[in-house]
Structure formats: structure tokens, C-alpha cells
């Protein structure tokens, strides 16, 4: 079983649409959680950060942790055509390993 | 600079040939980091600097793979003999040691590396 699962996509949404996207992860140690975002061609970059479980509100976007279930998410609401990316999941385990998702492919439509 | 620099940015290659990929990371980042991304996955750990330490190479994929880092500057990722198979984006990120890290990866743009 892989650390951290997350489904590739492609996920394709009208523009205006809640978008929801997914991890699952094994080792209920890890407590920093991350959502990088990747446009084409570019590096990946920090979008959001939460710490342990809760939710993070960031404008239109909110990361939740349910540390129960092992679950991460992050909605995005109101998506727009410049939302369309790639958004990694990733996990911070410490001592400087960061895990990541396989990054779930979203197109957002005008 | 600003920001995590990479080059070269697009580097095509024939199978057999060594191929050498930079980095230069943010002044002042204490950590350095090579990825792997192959077309539509995630990425793949493949190295770790920290400051003067041993680095952690625990995710190179085979001795055709080296990488070297001068005390806290540029690095250099060697991928010897190439194979159609190390055909991907090869990504370079840094991170800062603050005593409050996060695990905030900051990448460059990567290097686009095509075997042919």
C-alpha cells in the first residue's frame, strides 16, 4: 500500500463548480498536511498547509483533515479556468521527507 | 536569486549518453532536493542535502544516478548511460532549516529530460 493515494483524474468541471479532491494515507502519525498546486510546465507550489486535523480556509479554497478516517481534502469554490492544474497532496513526516500524491489533473471550463 | 533556478529547462538526449542537470536554490536554504516526475505521476524522491550531512540517497533508482552538492550552493544531478525509462521532468526544491519547518518545498521549474 502506498503512504499516500490520490486519484490522477482528470477531473473536468464547468466554470462556478465546487471542486473536490481527494487523498487517502496509511500512517496516522503524520500530522502536516500540504496542497501544492503545479501549473503545466511549471514547479509545483505551496497552496495550502494544515497541521494535524480541522479545516483551513484560504478564500475560495478550504483544506480539511480527518485524522479518523485518514483522509485529506481540498474545495475549491466558485473554480474558475485559472484553477486548472495540477494539485498534489502531500505529507511532511519529518526529519525533512516530504511524501506526495500522484497529483489529481483538473480542468476547469469557461 | 528569488526563486529555485534549473537548468537546462528542456534537455534531449540519445540512450547511452550522460547527462548532467543543475540547480541553484534559494540563498539561504539549508536543504536541497531531487524529484522525479514522469509524464502524468506524482513526484518521485530521488535525493536530500542537508547543510554539511551525508546525504539521504535513498531513492535513486540505480548507481547510473549520482548527485553532488557543494557545502549550501548548486548541485548537480549525473545520470550516467541514459535509458528511454529516465525520460521525465526532473525537479529541483529547497527548503529552509528555521527550527519551525513545515516541510515547505520550494521547487524550480524542473528540467525536461527526452532519451531518445
Known amino acids: 500500500q502506498k503512504e499516500v493515494e490520490q486519484d490522477p483524474g482528470p477531473l473536468s468541471v464547468p466554470e462556478g463548480a465546487i471542486v473536490s479532491l481527494n487523498c487517502t494515507y496509511s500512517n496516522s502519525a503524520f500530522q502536516y498536511f500540504m496542497w501544492y498546486r503545479q501549473y503545466s510546465r511549471k514547479g509545483p507550489e505551496l497552496l495550502m498547509y494544515?497541521?494535524?486535523?480541522g479545516n483551513k480556509e484560504d478564500g475560495r479554497f478550504t483544506a480539511q483533515v480527518d485524522k479518523s478516517s485518514k483522509y485529506i481534502s481540498l474545495f475549491i469554490r466558485d473554480s474558475q479556468p485559472s484553477d486548472s492544474a495540477t494539485y498534489l497532496c502531500a505529507i511532511y513526516t519529518g526529519g525533512f521527507k516530504t511524501i506526495f500524491g500522484a497529483g489529481t489533473r483538473l480542468f476547469v471550463k469557461a | 536569486g528569488a526563486g529555485v533556478s534549473q537548468s537546462p529547462s528542456n534537455k534531449v538526449t540519445e540512450k547511452g549518453k550522460d547527462v548532467e542537470l543543475r540547480c541553484d536554490p534559494i540563498s539561504g536554504h539549508t536543504a536541497l532536493y531531487w524529484y522525479r516526475q514522469r509524464l502524468g505521476q506524482g513526484l518521485e524522491f530521488l535525493i536530500y542535502f542537508q547543510g554539511n550531512s551525508a546525504p539521504d540517497k535513498s531513492g535513486l533508482p540505480s548507481d547510473r544516478f549520482s548527485a553532488e552538492r557543494t557545502g549550501e550552493s548548486v548541485s548537480t544531478l549525473t545520470i550516467q548511460r541514459t535509458q528511454q525509462e529516465d525520460s521525465a521532468v526532473y525537479l529541483c526544491?529547497?527548503?529552509?532549516?528555521?527550527?519551525?519547518?513545515?516541510?515547505?518545498?520550494?521547487f524550480g521549474e524542473g528540467s525536461r529530460l527526452t532519451v531518445l
Open positions: 526544491a529547497s527548503s529552509e532549516d528555521s527550527g519551525r519547518n513545515t516541510g515547505e518545498l520550494f
Open positions: 494544515t497541521y494535524s486535523s
